[in-house]
């Protein structure tokens, strides 16, 4: 069956599936109305079914009485067309075979069908006489053919009879012989059975296996049924299922480590956080991030404090001007520079930023903010008016002043001598104890929502490793149900036996075993007559 006619019945099933519904609650339109517009077709099964039969015949001429809207007529049309003969197909509704002989084109199966509309009453009758002599024709070699398989059985029986006579008149070492053979038969029937029984049971455990499924199974089922025959080297299925075992143990492996190192990731930053939140907690305030260039042990061991921690905006600074100033201190590097008691540099190589009082602006940050030394803690010893030195020496106004060294704008932007540049943040976070407060409530905020997806994640790696856990759990389970090869060995063992037996027996048989030879050789001969005959004439080939 070739993928066009696949393709138009794919369709018909897909409209059958659609129609389903309809089909149980018909509409109210009327029972007629409603039939007349559906399928109502006779199904996959019935479909194959009637195509075989088609197929059994040669050259037949179909008559089909009911196109409908020729889903059955594609089953027997390419049955006709398979052995060349044709379909005739009669439909009292012209939309219905007009529809399948659409559907016949686009299987490419109408020039094996004559559609007929009409009354199937009057067209039967309007059928040529040539075709009812060709039924009689067919009708009369299938009685013929009816007859040949009859005559084969006849010779079958007949066969049989002579090869019973034979056994008949064996002698006492005949008898032992035919024992002896019994057994043989016996065991390698047995065998046969037991081998096919493994193949079966290999198939049925890779075909229901969840975990440890062998792949190229057919190849790897060929490879056993040679095995089965010599029983050379290890069993096949074994070797293929010892390799998907530890492929998939190394699978599980990667699964677990891949958890772990994302476990491990994750509760360390739950650590961070919380020992952060602790700090938080406990009132200190976040601090704006540290550059790679400065030396962390150097800020523990100098006096003073940061810019940030000494300053705070005027009062009518408004909200925008303050995002913006401390965007542009914070991306200039001068936000977090440190401030000496005397704003003077003692060591040049200091390995971090050191603020000093340059040249008083005209238009500068101290206009916009005022030193807000602390009382006690880090920064206390600083005099305010170095704190305003330093403020009054940094530029600050819409428009970049050239002459001077260092320049910060409301809007972001800022200049520390040849380097200009621009930055926005959503808002204030370090220059002045509101901000910083506001910057901190926020922070805990934020770390309390990531520890509560940490929690989540984690969460997620012991389920992810539990199902590894119950995935290797089940892969070993699926291998230790594996088919066993301690049946076929016995029974090869015993069909070995038996066929020593045998060929001892039959040394000692003579002129009485060949003649049982010649008998069974008939009767094999006859069956074999019958056999061909009836697969060529497609009839039964079964003696009473």
């Not at 053919?145 to 034979?166: C, E, K």
């Not at 000494?310 to 303050?322: G, K, Y």
């Not at 104890?433 to 929690?455: G, K, P, T, W, Y």
């Not at 759990?473 to 036996?497: F, G, K, V």
């Amino acid at each position: 069956m070739d993928d066009k006619v696949k393709a138009v019945l794919e369709a018909y099933h897909a409209r059958m599936r659609d129609e389903e519904k309809t089909t149980r609650a018909p509409p109210a339109t009327g029972p007629r109305d409603w039939r007349d517009k559906v399928l109502l077709a006779v199904g996959p099964e019935t479909g194959r079914l009637i195509n075989i039969l088609a197929r059994s015949l040669k050259a037949p001429t179909i008559l089909e009485l009911g196109t409908s809207y020729g889903y059955s007529g594609v089953w027997l049309a390419e049955a006709a067309r398979a052995t060349g003969g044709r379909l005739i197909t009669m439909e009292l509704q012209d939309y219905k075979s007009n529809r399948a002989r659409e559907m016949a084109s686009q299987a490419g199966l109408a020039d094996h069908v004559d559609f007929k509309v009409g009354d199937a009453v009057q067209m039967i009758a309007e059928l040529p006489a040539a075709l009812v002599r060709k039924g009689r024709e067919a009708e009369s070699r299938r009685r013929e053919q009816i007859a040949l398989i009859r005559n084969r059985l006849r010779a079958v029986d007949s066969a049989i009879h002579a090869r019973d006579a034979a056994h008949d008149a064996r002698t006492l070492r005949a008898d032992a012989f035919d024992e002896a053979s019994t057994s043989a038969l016996r065991a390698t029937e047995d065998l046969r059975d037991g081998a096919e029984q493994l193949l079966r049971s290999w198939r049925n455990y890779a075909n229901s296996a969840r975990t440890v499924r062998i792949p190229d199974i057919e190849e790897s089922l060929d490879s056993l049924a040679l095995w089965q025959q010599s029983l050379s080297g290890p069993n096949p299925m074994r070797s293929a299922l010892d390799r998907v075992r530890l492929s998939l143990e190394q699978q599980f492996a990667m699964r677990d480590a891949e958890i772990v190192g994302r476990r491990r990731t994750l509760e360390g930053e739950h650590s961070d956080l919380a020992a952060e939140r602790i700090r938080l907690e406990a009132g200190e305030f976040q601090t704006p991030p540290a550059p790679h260039t400065r030396d962390p042990a150097l800020r523990v061991q100098l006096a003073g404090a940061p810019l940030w921690q000494l300053i705070d905006f005027a009062a009518h600074v408004p909200t925008d001007a303050r995002t913006g100033l401390e965007a542009a201190l914070e991306a200039s590097g001068l936000l977090d520079s440190w401030v000496l008691p005397h704003g003077t540099v003692i060591d040049p190589r200091t390995h971090d930023v050191i603020l000093q009082a340059r040249s008083r602006q005209a238009q500068s940050l101290g206009r916009w903010i005022e030193s807000s030394v602390p009382a006690v803690g880090p920064g206390a010893d600083i005099d305010s008016s170095t704190v305003v030195s330093i403020l009054e020496s940094i530029a600050c106004s819409e428009q970049e002043p050239t002459e001077a060294e260092a320049w910060v704008s409301p809007t972001g932007e800022f200049r520390t001598g040849n380097a200009r540049g621009a930055w926005m943040k959503s808002e204030a976070q370090y220059i002045g104890h509101s901000a910083r407060e506001a910057a901190r409530r926020v922070r805990l905020e934020q770390i309390a929502a990531r520890l509560a997806e940490i929690d989540a994640a984690i969460s997620e790696c012991n389920t992810s490793a539990a199902l590894v856990a119950a995935d290797r759990q089940a892969a070993n389970q699926e291998y230790e149900n594996a088919p066993t090869d301690e049946n076929l060995l016995r029974l090869h063992a015993e069909h070995n036996s038996a066929e020593q037996r045998r060929r001892e027996a039959q040394t000692r048989l003579g002129e009485a075993d060949a003649k049982l030879a010649q008998a069974e050789h008939a009767l094999g001969r006859a069956r074999d007559d019958l056999t061909l005959d009836s697969r060529d004439l497609n009839l039964p080939a079964q003696t009473s």
